[in-house]
């Protein structure tokens, strides 16, 4: 749920709770969305023959359906073989970000599953690549400085144990 209820931070507009400041926004100023599910339309996830449980709800809920040009930029990575979302969903979400002018850089993984990015999942691989497009996307937006250093990280890291 964790792609989700990030790109949901810059989509969504129903679920602020009624003791939230409306003065200050809750949109983060960038996103970094890893396997993200954007899409709980009719045949989308949770909304289809097998699964139905936000088929009441699914309008409030899916980022894909609610993209309205005020999103910030946007970095996805996802694998080819996600089977939660598929590419050409990725691909219409990147579409319609950038129809509406927003940034949406969209990376996919050849032959990657759900959560290909993990270090205990994908290997130390995919995750030092994920980690370090994450690391220029943020240095591009003037987050972050300099090249990527996860590699260097990783390597002390493993010294250390």
């Known amino acids: 749920a964790g792609g989700h209820i990030a790109a949901a931070t810059a989509t969504i507009k129903d679920w602020d709770a009624q003791t939230d400041d409306p003065s200050i926004s809750a949109v983060p100023n960038a996103l970094l969305l890893f396997n993200p599910v ?17 088929a009441e709800y699914w309008e409030k809920i899916s980022p894909l359906h609610n993209l309205d040009g005020t999103q910030p930029p946007t ?21 319609r970000m950038e129809a509406n002018g927003n940034r949406c850089e969209t990376i996919i993984y050849e032959g990657q599953k759900h959560g290909f990015f993990n270090l205990g999942k994908g290997g130390k691989e995919y995750f030092l690549k994920t980690l370090i497009e994450a690391d220029r996307f943020l240095a591009s937006l003037g987050y972050l400085k300099g090249e990527p250093t996860a590699e260097a990280w990783f390597v002390e890291k493993e010294q250390a144990k």
């Open 75 to 95: 970095l996805v990575m996802m694998g080819s073989r996600d089977k939660h979302t598929p590419v050409n969903i990725t691909e219409e979400y990147d579409r």
């Open 38 to 54: 954007y899409n709980h339309g009719p045949g989308g996830y949770g909304n289809n023959e097998k699964d139905s449980r936000v």
